[in-house]
C-alpha cells in the first residue's frame, strides 16, 4: 500500500487479557464476545481512507434516494402511459404527482412532436434514472472495495509481521493451519465484513426512509397497512438469522479444522506413506469436508428458506391491499406505484437484518486477529537492546535453569565456559538437553533463571538479530525452500554473490551433485527439498552455515545423515572452516568429536563433566558407557 504514508493509526486497542496462544486455542463462542469494540477498534482502520469513505458514502447515499426519486418517476410514466392502454384521450397536461401535495402543481407538458415519440422519451426516463443509480452504486462499491483490501493488506501485514517476530514457545504450540487459516482469511473477513457493514448500515436506511417517504406521502393509510404486515414478513428473516449465526460461526471453526488437515497431510507426507495410512488420512479429510457441508447446508437452508418465507407472507399482504384498492377506488398508477415502492424496500431491510449477523462473523475474525497484532512474544529486544558487532565469540552460562513445561527441566543449573577459539563438543543420552542448550544460545527461549554471556554481556542486552548474525547454525532438522538451490544457500547470507555461494558449496562438498542437478544452481527444489537425500539437503545446509562464516559455529547432528565417506570429508571441511571460531558441535557419533578441545557430558539437564577425551575417558563412567556403547556398535 503505497498511497498512504499516514499508514492506519489503530485507535488504542482494547488490551486482550488472552495471549496470542490462548485466542489461537478458544472457541468461536468466547470469540465472539463484546463484538462492538473489535468493529470500533476496525474503522480505526478505515478511516485514514477519509475522502474516498466519504465520497464512497456520498455516492452510496445517492444511490438510496434515487430509490426513492425512482418511484416518483415511475409515477409519471404511469400516469402518461397506462391511460392510453385503458383508451382514455391522453391530455395536454400532466399532474402526474396530485396526490403528494408539495407537488401536486407539478406539472409535464406535451410537447409538439409526434405522440409515440413523446412516450417513448417519457419511458426512457426510467434507463436514465436507473443508469444513474448504477453509476453511483458502482462507485459506492468501488471505493468500499478499495478501502476494504487496503484494509485487509494492512491486517495481513500486521498479522504476518508479529506472528513471525513471536518466539518458538508460540509455534510449538500451534497449529500452522490455524495460523494460515488466521492470516490469510480471518483477516479478509475481518475487513469485509467491516467495510460491508459500514456500507450497509449507510445505504440501506437512506434508501428505505426516501423510499418510505414516498410511499407515505401517495398514501398514507395504505402504507400504514403495510408496516403492520411487514413485521410480519420479518418474522421468518429473524428467526432464520438466528440459526445462520450458529451454523456461521462452526463453518468458519470448520473450515480452519479443514486447512489444518491439509497442512499436516502435504507437509506429512512421508510419514503417512511410510506407514501407509494415505486412505487414513483421505477418510479424516473427507470426514470433515462432510462435517464442513453440513454447517453450510444448515446456514444456506435457512438463508433460502427466508425468501419463500417473505414472499407468501408478502403475497398475503398484497392481496389485502388489493380489497384495500378495490375499496377505496385508488387509481392504477398510484396502486402500483406503491407496490413497487413497498417491494422494494424489502430487500434493503433484509440487507439490515444482516447487520447482527456480520457483526458477529467480523467480531470473530477481528478478535483472532487482533490477537495476534498484538500478542508480545515470549523473548523480545530490549528497548535499549545493544547491536552485538562481530564477536570473539566467547560463551559462558552461569547456573542456567530452563524448562519448556513447568513441572521438568529440560536443564537444570547449568554452567559452563566455552572459550572463544576453541571447540567444544556437547555428548550424552537423547533428551539430555543438547539441543536445548544451543537454543538457548539463540535466545530462541529465555532462560528461567541464571544468565547466559556472549564476550561477557548478557545475551539479553543483546538485539535478537545481532546475536543470531554472530552464530551460524546446521540443525538437527534440514529446512530447505521451494526456491533455487542458490537462493537456499544465499539465505544464510542475503548479500552473497553467486562465487561466494559456489565457494562455500564445494567447501561443504555438495558442488558435484549440485551440478548433477538438471539446471544445476538454478534447479528449484521441490517441496521441503523432496529431489534430494537426506545428506545432499544436509551439505545444503551445511553450504548455508559455511557462507554464513559466522565467529560461533553450532553444528547439531550436523553430519548424521552423511555416510563415513563424506562425513569425513566435511569433517576436514569443517575443521578448516572452524578456526579461530567458537563451535559448539553434537554428535551421537563419538569418533566425530574426540579431537574437541574439551567435551560436555550432559546427563538430564546437568553438566556431568568437562574434559578432553583422553581425561574423560579415564575419570567419568557416563562417558566411558557412552563410548562402550558406540564401540561395541561399530
Ligand atoms: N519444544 C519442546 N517442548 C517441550 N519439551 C521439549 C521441547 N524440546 C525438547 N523438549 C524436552 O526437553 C528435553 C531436552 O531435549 P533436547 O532436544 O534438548 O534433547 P537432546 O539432548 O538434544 O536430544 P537428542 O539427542 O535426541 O536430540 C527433553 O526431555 C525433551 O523432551
Ligand atoms: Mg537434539
Redesign the pocket.
Known amino acids: 500500500m503505497s498511497s498512504d504514508p499516514s499508514a492506519p493509526t489503530p485507535l488504542p486497542a482494547p488490551a486482550p487479557a488472552l495471549t496470542a496462544v490462548e485466542i489461537a486455542k478458544a472457541s468461536t463462542e468466547k470469540m465472539a464476545e463484546n463484538p462492538k469494540r473489535y468493529f470500533w477498534r476496525l474503522l480505526g482502520y478505515i478511516l485514514p481512507y477519509k475522502k474516498r469513505l466519504i465520497f464512497g458514502i456520498l455516492a452510496g447515499v445517492a444511490a438510496g434516494v434515487s430509490n426513492g426519486i425512482l418511484l416518483l418517476v415511475l409515477k409519471s410514466v404511469f400516469t402518461i402511459v397506462l391511460p392510453v392502454g385503458a383508451g382514455e384521450v391522453r391530455p395536454e397536461v400532466y399532474y402526474p404527482f396530485a396526490d403528494i401535495p408539495v407537488l401536486t402543481n407539478f406539472e409535464i407538458r406535451r410537447p409538439d412532436i409526434a405522440e409515440w415519440i413523446f412516450v417513448l422519451i417519457v419511458c426512457l426516463s426510467i434507463p436514465t434514472l436507473l443508469l444513474i443509480r448504477a453509476l453511483f452504486q458502482f462507485i459506492h462499491q468501488y471505493m468500499m472495495l478499495w478501502i476494504n483490501l487496503n484494509v485487509v493488506h494492512e491486517l495481513r501485514r500486521q498479522c504476518f509481521g508479529n506472528v513471525m517476530r513471536q518466539s518458538?514457545s508460540f509455534f510449538?504450540v500451534i497449529k500452522q493451519g490455524d495460523l494460515i487459516q488466521t492470516v490469510s482469511s480471518q483477516t479478509n473477513s475481518a475487513a469485509a465484513a467491516s467495510s460491508q457493514l459500514l456500507s450497509a448500515l449507510i445505504q440501506n436506511p437512506i434508501s428505505i426512509i426516501s423510499i418510505f417517504a414516498m410511499v407515505l406521502i401517495m398514501d398514507p393509510l395504505y402504507t400504514l397497512g403495510a408496516v403492520v404486515i411487514f413485521p410480519l414478513c420479518l418474522a421468518p428473516v429473524i428467526l432464520i438469522a438466528r440459526k445462520v449465526r450458529k451454523a456461521g460461526g462452526k463453518e468458519e471453526e470448520a473450515a480452519g479444522g479443514q486447512l489444518v488437515t491439509m497442512h499436516e497431510s502435504f507437509s506429512g507426507v512421508r510419514l503417512i506413506k511410510a506407514q501407509g495410512r494415505e486412505q487414513y488420512q483421505t477418510d479424516r479429510f473427507v470426514e470433515g469436508s462432510l462435517r464442513l457441508n453440513r454447517f453450510v447446508m444448515r446456514s444456506r437452508k435457512a438463508v433460502e428458506l427466508a425468501t419463500p418465507a417473505v414472499e407468501v407472507v408478502g403475497s398475503i399482504g398484497i392481496s389485502i391491499g388489493m380489497l384495500y384498492a378495490w375499496k377505496s377506488q385508488i387509481n392504477p398508477e398510484t396502486f402500483l406505484t406503491l407496490n413497487l415502492g413497498l417491494m422494494s424496500i424489502y430487500p434493503h431491510v433484509k440487507a439490515l437484518s444482516r447487520v447482527q449477523l456480520q457483526m458477529h462473523k467480523c467480531a470473530v475474525a477481528a478478535r483472532k486477529v487482533f490477537g495476534f497484532i498484538d500478542a508480545t512474544p515470549e523473548v523480545d529486544d530490549k528497548p535499549d537492546a545493544v547491536v552485538l558487532e562481530r564477536c570473539r565469540g566467547d560463551i559462558a552460562l552461569h547456573d542456567v535453569v530452563f524448562s519448556?513445561?513447568p513441572e521438568?527441566r529440560?536443564l537444570d543449573g547449568v554452567s559452563l565456559h566455552f572459550e572463544a577459539g576453541k571447540r567444544y563438543a556437547l555428548v550424552?543420552?537423547?533428551?539430555?538437553?543438547?539441543?536445548?542448550?544451543l537454543?538457548l544460545i539463540l535466545r530462541f527461549y529465555d532462560v528461567d533463571s541464571g544468565r547466559i554471556e556472549v564476550d561477557g554481556l548478557d545475551i539479553r542486552d543483546y538485539t535478537q538479530q545481532s546475536l543470531r548474525d554472530q552464530i551460524g547454525l546446521v540443525s538437527?532438522d534440514t529446512f530447505l525452500f521451494h526456491d533455487t538451490i542458490e537462493a537456499n544457500i544465499r539465505f544464510g547470507l542475503l548479500g552473497a554473490d553467486r562465487e561466494q555461494i559456489e565457494r562455500a558449496a564445494r567447501l561443504a562438498h555438495a558442488h558435484e551433485f549440485i551440478l548433477a542437478q538438471p539446471q544445476g544452481y538454478e534447479t528449484v527444489l521441490g517441496d521441503k527439498g523432496c529431489t534430494l537425500s537426506g545428506g545432499q539437503q544436509q551439505r545444503l545446509s551445511i553450504a548455508r552455515a559455511i557462507l554464513r562464516d559466522a565467529p560461533i559455529l553450532f553444528l547439531?547432528?550436523a553430519t548424521s545423515a552423511l555416510d563415513s565417506e563424506s562425513e569425513r570429508a566435511i569433517q576436514s571441511a569443517l575443521a578448516e572452516l572452524s578456526k579461530g571460531k567458537t563451535v559448539v558441535s553434537?554428535a551421537?557419533r563419538l569418533s566425530t568429536v574426540l579431537d574437541s578441545d574439551e567435551i560436555v557430558v550432559?546427563g538430564e539437564?546437568k553438566v556431568i563433566d568437562v574434559a578432553p577425551h583422553a581425561t574423560l575417558l579415564e575419570r567419568c563412567p557416563e562417558y566411558q558407557r557412552l563410548y562402550q556403547l558406540q564401540y561395541s556398535q561399530s
Open positions: 518458538l510449538n519448556y513445561v521438568r529440560a550424552g543420552h537423547s533428551g539430555s538437553g543438547k539441543s536445548s542448550l537454543s538437527q547439531d547432528e553434537i551421537h550432559l539437564g
